[in-house]
Nanobody
Framework: QVQLVESGGGLVQAGGSLRLSCAAS????????MGWFRQAPGKERVFVAA?????????QYAESVKGRFTISRDNAKNTAYLQMNSLKPEDTAVYYC???????????????????WGQGTQVSVSS
């Protein structure tokens, strides 16, 4: 089992920035590929960003956030991050981090591929 706790959400004006954190506990964090998803009111949960267990250059982003969001991880701190810049009102959603144990360097972009989820953190962007 692994527990994930997100933090860092809040209300920000359009053009602003936020950094979300996802603290993991319970198992060896470095064995997990990580992902971020978001769910706006009345909509399905969608992929935002993902990275492999090693991090580095192995990352993928949704087209809507490319160039604005950056996923990263600090295995020593058992924490993943989502840096969000140039925020837009359409970025408003509950953001979830997710983890999947893996023995390879793959990353995953489908919610069904993930084993563990955090409780979510609200991000609201005003125009």
């Amino acid at each position: 089992q692994v527990q994930l706790v997100e933090s860092g959400g809040g209300l920000v004006q359009a053009g602003g920035s936020l950094r979300l954190s996802c603290a993991a506990s319970g198992r060896t964090f470095s064995r997990f590929a990580m992902g971020w998803f978001r769910q706006a009111p009345g909509k399905e949960r969608v992929f935002v960003a993902a990275m492999s267990r090693s991090g580095g250059l192995t990352q993928q982003y949704a087209e809507s956030v490319k160039g604005r969001f950056t996923i990263s991880r600090d295995n020593a701190k058992n924490t993943a991050y989502l840096q969000m810049n140039s925020l837009k009102p359409e970025d408003t959603a509950v953001y979830y981090c997710a983890a999947r144990s893996t023995v390879n360097g793959l990353l995953y972009m489908e919610a069904l591929d993930y084993e563990y989820w955090g409780q979510g953190t609200q991000v609201s962007v005003s125009s």
